[in-house]
Each structure stands twice: as structure tokens, then as C-alpha cells.
């Protein structure tokens, strides 16, 4: 479904991905593991087309979104492809990103009203069937500075569904949450893997991306150390870095 | 009560002056508000002369050079009116530009990145997320640039333009008395009141989230 393969990024002369290969399957769920600064996000990034790469290959459902050309330049597709690719795409950012200024309502279906040229009820009635599946059925006129952070983050995954997006990328989605609040989260989250939404996950709860995850990859300094299903990479790590950063979190 | 009328008529005049650069500098500021943030360093070095200049000279002498300049230059003249809202338009976008800069770069990065990844257009970003919310945050301070403009509509009689500040000193002169000028005073402050509470309004208004 998504195939990246050689992927290169720097930041300022600074690499920070340095020739990732990855892909992702219809129906997965792929959990991103790896120390503070190793890529993992600035990957999620880069495939959501919020950074550029430099070098490398992506593509989306068999459309290209990049390549590089002969001369080791990235050359994006045009603007139009590359609109249409996004769409395909949903992202869920650690510090949730509503917007203050429209209702939990709004958040959720202004995109598909004004990108996706859905009808306004139409868009109303999946938003209060995404809300109820997020448990929030009650909060539609609720505006996000009255939400606690584990209902924005919510609201937030509402929003990105309500595309109705064949990937879903998270990007450290609890990390800016409590305990209490990563468990209600991290609930939506296992709920949508058992319909089989195809997800991406970068995440720092080990037990989660253990029980979730098809797939685990584990990440550190720019480059895809290990990969494997969970079993493989969390019971039986074959590479020295990897055991080190799991025994790090056993403790 | 001739008094009243005359001044009215002046203070007409005086509105006429504050919607029509109001009108004119808040698209403007906006527009120059962008030139400033432009990547390209001959907009953004072009806007930022434009701002240093028109803060950092006198109003009233950009009233002067705006109505007498096409005289000296062109050896055309320009209506006195309209000299006035040209010159009082592009300075007061100068200093609106600035408080929209501010507010723009106030607003943080992820909602940009959160419009752009539900595929918004970079106009709908702008326009539907990231401007409602620099208005709820640069109200006050454009509160303050409003209500000096309700003010600095009495330098126009530099030029000659009859409004409410020129009414009442002839009237005053004419009939030997600080009256007129006082009842000016309480026009401008009136304006001025109202002016306040509109925006007072409209923060409460967009009080509805944080």
C-alpha cells in the first residue's frame, strides 16, 4: 500500500534519515520504535508530505509521490497527484493540532465539507458516527479548550478518519498525555486495528506497540535497525542497539 | 444649536475620512503584512523600508507631501479629500501590518501542518485557520490604532480638509470662545466610546474559546 524505499533527509547539512526502506501493508498496523531523535517522526513527517526528502522513493497505492531523478534530485509529483495521494493519507499529531476556534463538530467536518466536497449532513452524520466510536457522542458542541487532552486527541483521530483515509500515520499520540488519559487513547487506537484500519504508529509505549502492532520497526540514528513482528523484535532482538533501547524500557 | 450643526457637519466629514482609511489600511496592512514576511528578500526588504518610513516620520508631513508632491512633481494637483485618505491609508497600514505580523507568527506551526494535512489549500489554511484566529488575538491592539485614527483625522486640516477640528477652531475664532472647541473634544470622545465598546463587544464575542 505504501512502499518507501531509500529514503534520505537532512535538516541543514544534519541527516536525519539516512536511506530508510520501509513499506506497509493493506490492513497492518506498524508500530515505530526507537530513541528521542532517531527519525522516527521526521519519517511520519516526510511521508505526510509535511517535510521534503532529498533522495528516495514513495509511493501510495502504486502512485508515485516521489522519485528521485537521475542527477540524485527528489522530483515530487505535480500538484494535483499530489493533493489527490494526501487525501489517502491521515495524520495524528502528538499535541493533537485542533483548531480553538471551531467546535469538536467543525474540527471534524470542515475538511470534508470544503477538500472533499462532501455535503454538509452527510459530513455531520459521519462526524457524530465517528464521535460516538470515540466515545464522545456528547461533546459535539464542545469547543477543544474544554476538553480534557485524551478527548482532544480524540477528537483529533475523529478528524482524520472523517476523511476517510487509507492510512492513518500516528505521531507519538500519547506522549503528551497522562497515564490515565494514554489508556483511553491507546483504546480507540486497538479498536480501530481490530476493524483493520491500516496504521502507522510512532510510540513510546512499548506494551501497546507489543499487543497492537503486526510489525514493529525499530529506528536509531537515521536507520532502520531492526524489523520484525513483535515477538521477534521485543522477545528476540537480534541486533545489540535494539536489545539495549527495550532493556531500557523493561526497567 | 448653529453651533451643534456646524460641527455636525464637520464630524460628518471626519467619519466620512475614519471608515474610508479604515477601509483602505486594514486590506492593506494585510497585504504588506505578507510582503514583510515574504521569503523573498526584495518584497520583505521593500515592505520594511515602507514600515520604517511611514512610523518613523510625521503624519502630518505625509499629509503634506501626499496633497502638495503631484503639485511639485507632476504640476498636477489632487483633491484634498482624497489626499487625506491616501496619506491616512497608507499610514496607518504601515503600523496595522506590523500588529498583523505579530499575530501571525503568534499562531504555532501545527495548525498550518494540521490544515495542510486534511488537505486544505494553503489559501484555506490562511483564511479559515490561521485568520480568525489573529483577529480574536490582535483585537486590542488594533483597538488602539482605531481609536488614534478617530484622533489623527484632525491633522488633516494641515491640507485644508474642513472637517470637525477645522469646523470648531473657526467657529471658535470667530465668536471669541473656547466652546467649540470643547464640544469637538466631546464629539472626538464619543466616537471614541463607541469605538470601545464595539471592541469590547467583540472580544466578548470571540471570548467563546482560548
Excluded: W
Aim: charged share 20%; glycine share 6%.
Amino acid at each position: 500500500m505504501i512502499e518507501a524505499s531509500d529514503i534520505y533527509k537532512s535538516f541543514d547539512g544534519n541527516a536525519i534519515l539516512k536511506g530508510i526502506s520501509f513499506q506497509v501493508n493493506k490492513g497492518e498496523v506498524v508500530a515505530i520504535i526507537g530513541p528521542s531523535g532517531s527519525g522516527k517522526s521526521t519519517l511520519l513527517r516526510c511521508i505526510n508530505l509535511l517535510e521534503k526528502i532529498d533522495r528516495g522513493r514513495i509511493t501510495v497505492e502504486n502512485e508515485v509521490m516521489v522519485s528521485t531523478n537521475d542527477s540524485g534530485k527528489a522530483v515530487y509529483a505535480d500538484k494535483k497527484n499530489l493533493r489527490k495521494i494526501r487525501l489517502k493519507l491521515g495524520l495524528v499529531f502528538q499535541s493533537f493540532n485542533l483548531f480553538p476556534h471551531f467546535s469538536v463538530m467543525q474540527n471534524i467536518t470542515d475538511a470534508p465539507v470544503n477538500v472533499a466536497g462532501i455535503s454538509k449532513d452527510e459530513a455531520r452524520k459521519i462526524a457524530r458516527e465517528l464521535l460516538v466510536k470515540m466515545g464522545l457522542e456528547d461533546k459535539a458542541d464542545a469547543y477543544p479548550c474544554n476538553l480534557s487532552g485524551g478527548q482532544c486527541q480524540r477528537v483529533a483521530i475523529a478528524r482524520a478518519l472523517a476523511l476517510n483515509p487509507d492510512v492513518l500515520f500516528f505521531d507519538e499520540p500519547t506522549s503528551a498525555l497522562d497515564p490515565q488519559l494514554t489508556m483511553e487513547v491507546l483504546r480507540v487506537i486497538r479498536k480501530l486495528a481490530q476493524e483493520n484500519m491500516t496504521m502507522v504508529v510512532v510510540t513510546h509505549e512499548m506494551g501497546f506497540a507489543r499487543e497492537v502492532a503486526d510489525r514493529v520497526i525499530f529506528m536509531d540514528n537515521g536507520v532502520i535497525v531492526e524489523e520484525g513482528t513483535p515477538e521477534e523484535v521485543f522477545n528476540n532482538p537480534s541486533n545489540e542497539k535494539t536489545r539495549a533501547f527495550i532493556k531500557g524500557f523493561d526497567k | 444649536m448653529k453651533l451643534i450643526s456646524l460641527l455636525c457637519n464637520g464630524m460628518l466629514v471626519s467619519i466620512e475620512l475614519f471608515v474610508l482609511t479604515l477601509l483602505f489600511a486594514l486590506p492593506l496592512g494585510l497585504i504588506v503584512a505578507f510582503g514583510r514576511r515574504s521569503k523573498n528578500i526584495l518584497i520583505s526588504g521593500i515592505t520594511g523600508i515602507y514600515i520604517s518610513v511611514m512610523r518613523g516620520t510625521p503624519l502630518m508631513l505625509q499629509l503634506v507631501v501626499v496633497y502638495f508632491g503631484p503639485y511639485y512633481i507632476f504640476e498636477r494637483t489632487i483633491d484634498r479629500f482624497t489626499a487625506a485618505v491616501v496619506a491616512l491609508a497608507l499610514n496607518y497600514a504601515a503600523y496595522f501590518a506590523e500588529i498583523y505580523r505579530g499575530g501571525i507568527d503568534s499562531i504555532p506551526k501545527g495548525q498550518y501542518e494540521a490544515g495542510e494535512v486534511l488537505g486544505f489549500t494553503r489559501m484555506q489554511v490562511f483564511f479559515r485557520i490561521v485568520l480568525p484566529q489573529v483577529v480574536k488575538r490582535i483585537l486590542p491592539a488594533i483597538s488602539n490604532e482605531v481609536i488614534t485614527l478617530v484622533k489623527d483625522t484632525a491633522l488633516v486640516t494641515a491640507i485644508g480638509v474642513a472637517e470637525m477640528f477645522k469646523a470648531a477652531q473657526t467657529e471658535s475664532s470667530r465668536i471669541l470662545s473656547v466652546r467649540p472647541l470643547f464640544v469637538a473634544g466631546a464629539f472626538y470622545y464619543v466616537m471614541n466610546l463607541v469605538i470601545e465598546r464595539f471592541f469590547r463587544f467583540a472580544e466578548k464575542k470571540l471570548d467563546y474559546y482560548k
